[in-house]
């Protein structure tokens, strides 16, 4: 049975639906738990070389909540940029987050939580003068396992999928990890560059001077419906475009993704004029279950802004006001039933 929860990122209502400030993510379990974990200033309660340090809080129902520090986040450096993903059959708590030791470099963790334990974190890549950003997170339960006939069979297999996006001193793109867990221990399988499961581009997007390639900048994971396989929605700044692709881990002796273009989609040029000021805020994705449909929200503490692709074309900008009214929360609650319809 696939695992799902109602804030788990392949949802069709995103994980940032909960999230009303930049640097938090929020997810609630089948059981009623609610899971928040948020990137805090040192107020001296972490060693003096903690910049800022992630502190999850769990609150089941009426319970008073337990807020407990992240144990790498407690080491040098400001630790930030956490997503969240559970798994529902083993109870298991996943925190993916970045590690900033100085300005010139930068670290990925992936630790998990169960049963009130935690594992230690794993080191996804810490490459120096490598500017990672907007991570995401999510799971898959089955892998296609090759038998001895030569076919392949859907077996359990927990593994996460992340993704995130990265600058260097030659560019930009958008990058993926696959991670095995076993016994609640994470174990890293692979990286890629997300662009090496596209066809190559021949023509870039024509797009106005002042284009924001902001929006590009945000991959992000979406419901496909299957229990074996992830859809990645990702943009490409050289040539302005979003992606689609599927990603559907193999185990042939190891457990991989095969090499080669895997389309989930068509191709999407981005829009020719990009919202200017979407440089605040985390932007996400909502798609539509029925159709090719794609929606862009940017959530700041004042208001969601989004734009639509729909019938071929994208809509322009239009913004919802937030007040004591209504709620971030709530705005991205309509915006993903509209999106439903």
Do not use: C
């Not at 907007?134 to 077996?155: E, F, M, P, W």
């Not at 593994?159 to 030659?170: K, R, V």
């Amino acid at each position: 049975m696939k695992r799902l929860v109602l804030a788990l990122i392949f949802a069709i209502v995103p994980a940032a639906l909960f999230a009303q400030v930049a640097d938090r993510d929020v997810l609630l379990a089948s059981d009623g738990t609610l899971y928040t974990v948020e990137s805090t200033d040192n107020d001296g309660s972490a060693p003096a070389d903690v910049t800022r340090f992630l502190l999850l809080t769990v609150q089941r129902g009426n319970q008073k909540p337990q807020r407990i520090p992240v144990p790498e986040s407690l080491s040098t450096g400001v630790h930030s940029r956490p997503a969240l993903a559970y798994d529902t059959d083993t109870r298991t708590l996943f925190v993916f987050w970045l590690k900033t030791p100085n300005p010139m470099s930068s670290e990925l963790l992936l630790a998990s939580y169960s049963n009130g334990r935690w594992q230690q974190a794993v080191s996804i890549d810490n490459q120096p003068y490598h500017l990672r950003y907007n991570l995401r997170i999510g799971i898959t339960t089955r892998i296609a396992q090759l038998q001895s006939g030569g076919v392949y069979v859907d077996a359990p297999a927990l593994l996460l999928h992340a993704a995130w996006w990265e600058e260097t001193g030659y560019g930009e793109l958008a990058r993926y990890g696959l991670f095995s867990v076993e016994g609640g221990k994470v174990s890293l399988v692979e990286l890629h560059d997300l662009n090496e499961f596209v066809t190559p581009y021949t023509t870039p997007t024509p797009v106005d001077p002042d284009f924001n390639p902001e929006i590009l900048r945000h991959p992000a994971f979406v419901d496909n419906g299957t229990a074996n396989s992830v859809d990645v929605i990702f943009g490409d700044k050289n040539y302005s475009v979003f992606n689609r692709v599927t990603l559907k881990p193999i185990a042939d002796g190891r457990i991989h993704i095969p090499i080669g273009a895997h389309p989930g989609g068509p191709r999407i040029a981005a829009p020719k004029s990009a919202p200017g000021d979407w440089n605040g805020g985390r932007i996400s994705t909502i798609t539509s279950p029925h159709s090719g449909n794609l929606l862009l929200y940017n959530t700041t503490k004042e208001s969601v802004s989004y734009i639509m692709f729909s019938s071929g074309g994208w809509s322009s900008v239009k913004t919802v006001a937030l007040s004591d009214k209504l709620s971030a929360d709530a705005a991205v609650a309509a915006l993903s039933r509209m999106m439903s319809q």
